[in-house]
């Protein structure tokens, strides 16, 4: 079993900068696929930004692109998104996901272990 444990949340004016961080517990990420998805009061959960186990590879959301950085520290166990030029739409729960080993994921389905999540709220 994964624990993932999302940190880093809270509340920051439009144009600020958070990076929140998913520390996993139990077995290694090292070897999994990592994902970051987000989820707004009556909306679904979105993909926000992946990355390969090496983190030679990422992805991320169009909405997101050029601002978000997704990357892991493999000997932390650890996963982060930095998030610069936040904007009052980005508000939203964040929770990070671990997925298979080989490829990518955007959808919801593709990952097996999941955080509680995280608030991130931005002002306008």
């Known amino acids: 079993q994964v624990q993932l444990e999302e940190s880093g949340g809270g509340l920051v004016q439009a144009g600020g900068s958070l990076r929140l961080s998913c520390a996993a517990s139990g077995r290694t990420i090292s070897s999994r696929a990592m994902g970051w998805f987000r989820q707004a009061p009556g909306a679904e959960r979105d993909f926000v930004a992946a990355i390969t186990w090496t983190g030679g590879r990422t992805d991320y959301a169009d909405s997101v692109k050029g601002r978000f950085t997704i990357s892991r520290d493999n000997a932390k166990n650890t996963v982060y998104l930095q998030m610069s030029s936040l904007k009052p739409e980005d508000t939203a729960v964040y929770y990070c996901?671990?997925?298979?080993?080989w490829g990518l994921g955007r959808t919801s389905n593709w990952y097996d272990y999941w955080g509680q999540g995280t608030q991130v709220t931005v002002s306008s």
């Open positions: 996901a671990a997925g298979p080993t």
